[in-house]
């Protein structure tokens, strides 16, 4: 505000709402107002509650977009091949037949020989753990 009022080189090109609540001081004291702007004027100021693009911003504003056009352009070939894909691997899971079949066998025997008391006790120890499994398991992707 006071580089406003005292600098003539201040470049004052907003028109804030403090401008606006000034102006309408003055229209109600019968002095001369500044708003509403002709066309011409218009153009040179700027209002910050309005998110139209000023002239002096236009040039700043084109090569913004003109340097982040690339990276739209490969995050939209990105997208687009990611989707691509999508569809490719949903349709082949989706028409296709797949089964697993997995078998497993275990065995497990110690053998203890002898006649002595000790063999036989060893025997009927050890001889608990002799075991046997087999393990079979099928799996394909058909509905139940």
Same mark, same amino acid.
């Given at each position: 505000?006071?580089?406003?009022?005292?600098?003539?080189?201040?470049?004052?090109?907003?028109?804030?709402?403090?401008? %606006?609540?000034?102006?309408?001081r003055?229209?109600?004291?019968g002095? /001369?107002?500044?708003?509403?702007?002709?066309? =011409?004027?218009?153009?040179?100021?700027?209002?910050? %509650?309005?998110?139209?693009?000023?002239a002096?911003?236009?040039?700043?504003?084109? /090569?913004?977009?003109?340097? =982040?056009?690339?990276?739209?352009?490969?995050?939209?070939?990105? %997208?687009?091949?990611?989707? =691509?894909?999508?569809?490719?691997?949903?349709?082949? /899971?989706?028409?296709?037949?797949?089964?697993?079949?997995?078998?497993?066998?275990?065995?497990?025997?110690?053998?203890?020989?002898?006649?002595?008391?000790?063999?036989?006790?060893?025997?009927?120890?050890?001889?608990?753990?002799?075991?046997?499994?087999?393990?079979?398991?099928?799996?394909?992707?058909? /509905?139940?």
């Amino acid at each position: 505000m006071d580089s406003y009022n005292h600098d003539i080189r201040f470049d004052n090109v907003y028109i804030s709402t403090y401008f %606006c609540q000034i102006d309408d001081r003055r229209k109600k004291l019968g002095k /001369r107002t500044l708003l509403p702007l002709r066309k =011409a004027e218009e153009k040179t100021v700027i209002f910050p %509650c309005k998110l139209t693009i000023q002239a002096s911003e236009m040039s700043n504003v084109v /090569r913004e977009l003109l340097e =982040a056009l690339p990276i739209l352009l490969l995050l939209v070939l990105l %997208c687009g091949l990611d989707w =691509a894909l999508y569809s490719i691997f949903d349709t082949i /899971r989706h028409h296709s037949f797949l089964q697993y079949s997995f078998r497993s066998s275990h065995k497990l025997e110690v053998k203890v020989e002898g006649d002595s008391m000790l063999a036989r006790l060893l025997q009927k120890t050890i001889g608990a753990l002799n075991t046997s499994s087999e393990t079979v398991m099928e799996s394909n992707n058909m /509905r139940e």
